[in-house]
């Protein structure tokens, strides 16, 4: 049974900081690239950062870049997602999500991705 959850959302402060962590079970996620996207009321589902199997590739969006982290944990078969310097434009739902292709270097596009979460809610408050 796979399952891919997200966690770490909720209400925060112009400027704060904020991690979200994805785990993922029933799945191989030690060789496999993750990403995160989100997606914003009436918008479309946007990239926002990626990260290959073995953490020696990561991608960020412009948007992002700068002021977020990428990671993972193989052992705890978990990713996160650190952000800093939060603004109100980063309020979203944040998607977790697996390219199940072997040892796949991290994309940007929503279709190379096999499974995904059901997402956390990230609001940023001025």
């Known amino acids: 049974h796979v399952q891919v959850v997200e966690s770490g959302g909720g209400l925060v402060q112009l400027g704060d900081s904020l991690r979200l962590s994805c785990a993922a079970s029933?799945?191989?996620?030690?060789?496999?690239?993750m990403g995160w996207f989100r997606q914003a009321p009436g918008m479309e589902r946007e990239f926002v950062a990626a990260i290959n199997w073995s953490s020696s590739s990561t991608k960020y969006a412009d948007s992002v870049k700068g002021r977020s982290t990428i990671s993972r944990d193989n052992a705890k078969d978990t990713v996160y997602l650190h952000m800093s310097s939060l603004k109100p434009e980063d309020t979203a739902v944040y998607y977790c999500?697996?390219?199940?292709?072997?040892?796949?270097?991290?994309?940007?596009?929503?279709?190379?991705?096999?499974?995904w979460g059901r997402g956390t809610q990230v609001t940023v408050s001025t």
């Open positions: 999500t697996m390219d199940m292709n072997w040892r796949a270097e991290p994309r940007t596009e929503k279709w190379h991705y096999d499974y």
């Open positions: 029933g799945l191989p996620f030690s060789a496999s690239a």
